[in-house]
């Protein structure tokens, strides 16, 4: 019998399984021949980029050419020590590499000099630098509380790895010229990347390859050696080096999935799982690509799971079902380009067609996670540049991840008309974790109307011990209860109980046991929540989403309190009734001993107001003198039908 990892996966070396029997030195190609993109001298290649993307460079390009560069001083850098403040520093600092990967793109498609000098000044910025670690990750100046980084110290974060991916895929395509235009350059690279990256993975075990009893890994892990692997292949000098990073790189993701859950969901939330899900697409295409396909991982059961996750997780349009932190509210522009190759090469059209129909116009190569490792492949798909946009695949009636603790439900299967829940269950111990085990998110006619707020602008407290005082993080800002004035406590060992499921073409239903969701304080026994879809049939003409919530209390005098969020105007004038009347949809309730309150909450934030607008409100509806047993019921449905 094969062991047991979290949540039930198993544990086991699933990718190491699959190297040959002769070894990673027979099948890698030798230090510096990888070519997974054409090079510059293939113009054929290049000048056929679709017009759209090509001119969208080049006019980013003329515009940012000849203008100062963006520059990293000391106290851009020691203001996260000092207030807490990360967009100082990483405003720049992202800034001076979407540059980069700016006129790398416009040099490549149009040409011109100007573009291949504008380069060589960018990296050799980067190369000046003295750490490629942001504030926010660089441990050894948060232990010591110094504020700097020591340069003698290289810390290898996500964007340390990102930066040595970069430098990697721009000499692949720009390697020869750079040479030519810039030798010291040239040679500067691959000191930088192997000192700073390259050399500090092979000697130190790093806290997010997992192993060695640390914790599951999470987004880190895959995302850092998915651009280790293309900064080995690419400037690893002596023989043995790329094989024992490589070798290195597939125990980390071994690790990674073996602590992921066994039905692939993505539990820090659908917006990290770009780099998680995406990420380990990107290890494994890589590693099969290096060794002409002798090093094929893609069989693994889990990955199906994995690459569907989107799928699972996707209400309508742009919204998605936000749960952990990420947004509501997002596309993700060529990055889905890797979501589409993961559908291809496991042979999902469900999968493909999602990734075509969430496909935009490159407008915006300066986001932090686009990187040329996803750009470029994208550029040069002429099959993923065709104009033909087929019909999204929405999922089935009902999706259910009982390792992960999500379940999603459609009033149409097939449509985004009507009603849609999800519900959650898991742990408050998770990775990216907000306090919201037992919420769900109810959407209508595509859009979402009682909503997970998701996660504001990053900052010093939001990874710290401080986090849950942040008001997106608390259970009472969810779609939860609050008992005897209690919420729900951060940890794995504040986690959903009992879940059961009951899906069939009428209903798709989750419960769970909440007790031990919250601190002992609360006074909870039993707290059973069951969130149901039921569609509408026979003399049911529609649909409805039931919450009920059915309890046992240390007898007192209890106080409970039920919190719904939304991004709409809520009238609360009718006793029983919570009517959204632009929306044309209702929430009825008991009123009996029950008040009705609504707070609006202002809304500034960088991440928040584009999702959800200047405000949002929480609605109360509150029992002063709740039995010790007791249910409570919110039914949910469209104002034209009966309640």
């Not at 699933?14 to 070894?23: D, L, M, S, Y």
């Not at 490549?108 to 060589?120: P, S």
């Not at 060794?291 to 799928?311: E, H, K």
């Not at 898991?426 to 109307?449: I, K, Q, Y």
Request: hydrophobic fraction near 40%; aromatic fraction near 10%.
């Amino acid at each position: 019998m094969q062991p047991q990892g979290r949540d039930g996966g198993k544990a086991y070396a699933q990718i190491r399984r699959f190297i040959p029997a002769g070894g990673l030195s027979a099948i890698l190609p030798e230090p510096g021949t990888w070519q997974p993109v054409p090079a510059y001298a293939d113009r054929a290649a290049w000048t056929g980029v679709r017009e759209a993307a090509r001119e969208w460079a080049l006019a980013r390009a003329a515009a940012l050419r000849g203008t100062a560069w963006p520059q990293l001083l000391a106290h851009h850098y020691g203001r996260f020590r000092v207030d807490g403040n990360r967009r100082a520093y990483e405003g720049l600092y992202f800034g001076r590499r979407s540059r980069i990967v700016t006129h790398v793109l416009a040099a490549l498609v149009g040409g011109a000099d100007a573009d291949l000098q504008e380069v060589i000044d960018g990296l050799w910025l980067v190369c000046e630098e003295s750490s490629w670690c942001i504030p926010a990750h660089e441990r050894n100046a948060l232990a010591e509380d110094v504020g700097l980084p020591d340069p003698r110290r290289p810390f290898i974060d996500l964007f340390a790895a990102d930066t040595a991916g970069m430098i990697a895929w721009t000499q692949v395509v720009l390697g020869d010229d750079l040479a030519a235009a810039s030798p010291p350059l040239a040679r500067r690279l691959p000191d930088e990347v192997r000192r700073r990256i390259l050399d500090p993975f092979r000697t130190r075990h790093w806290h997010w390859q997992g192993g060695d009893g640390l914790p599951a890994p999470n987004n880190w892990n895959p995302w850092i050696h998915s651009n280790i692997l293309s900064a080995a292949l690419v400037f690893e000098r002596d023989h043995a080096d790329p094989y024992e990073t490589v070798n290195r790189t597939v125990s980390g993701l071994d690790h990674f999935l073996d602590g992921y859950p066994a039905d692939g969901g993505c539990d820090e939330g659908v917006g990290y799982w770009w780099k998680a899900g995406a990420s380990l697409f990107d290890c494994l295409e890589i590693l099969r690509d290096a060794t002409g396909g002798r090093f094929d991982a893609f069989d693994i059961p889990v990955l199906r799971g994995i690459a569907r996750y989107p799928l699972v997780a996707h209400i309508a349009g742009t919204w998605k079902v936000n749960f952990g932190d990420g947004s509501a509210l997002g596309t993700q522009g060529e990055n889905v380009h890797a979501l589409y190759r993961f559908g291809q090469r496991l042979g999902d059209e469900d999968i493909v067609r999602h990734a075509r129909s969430e496909r935009i116009p490159l407008d915006d190569a300066s986001a932090p996670n686009m990187s040329p490792m996803r750009l470029f492949p994208a550029l040069l798909d002429g099959g993923w540049a065709s104009t033909e946009e087929p019909a999204e695949p929405y999922l089935s009636a009902a999706e259910y991840l009982p390792d992960t603790g999500v379940l999603t439900a459609r009033e149409h299967p097939g449509s985004t008309d009507g009603l849609y829940l999800a519900a959650k269950g898991g742990h408050n111990g998770e990775s990216h974790n907000h306090n919201d085990v037992g919420t769900f998110t109810v959407a209508f006619d595509g859009r979402p109307l009682l909503i997970d707020i998701g996660v504001g602008e990053y900052t010093r407290k939001t990874f710290s011990p401080q986090r849950y005082e942040i008001w997106t993080m608390r259970s009472t800002y969810h779609n939860l209860p609050e008992i005897n004035g209690v919420e729900q406590a951060p940890g794995r060992e504040y986690r959903a109980g009992a879940a059961t499921a009951a899906i069939d073409d009428s209903r798709a239903g989750y419960g769970l046991d909440l007790a031990a969701a919250y601190p002992q304080e609360a006074g909870v026994e039993h707290w059973r929540r069951t969130s149901t879809l039921h569609r509408g049939h026979g003399s049911e003409s529609h649909g409805r989403i039931v919450i009920t919530d059915e309890w046992s209390l240390r007898p007192s005098a209890n106080t409970l309190s039920w919190s719904l969020m939304t991004a709409d105007p809520v009238d609360i004038s009718v006793p029983g009734r919570l009517a959204w009347p632009e929306r044309g949809f209702v929430v009825d309730y008991d009123p009996g001993g029950t008040e009705v309150d609504v707070e609006e909450i202002p809304v500034d934030d960088i991440r928040l107001t584009p999702v959800w607008g200047k405000r949002v409100w929480r609605i109360r509806l509150t029992s002063e003198h709740a039995p010790s047993r007791g249910t409570f019921t919110l039914t949910m449905h469209a104002a034209d039908s009966a309640g």
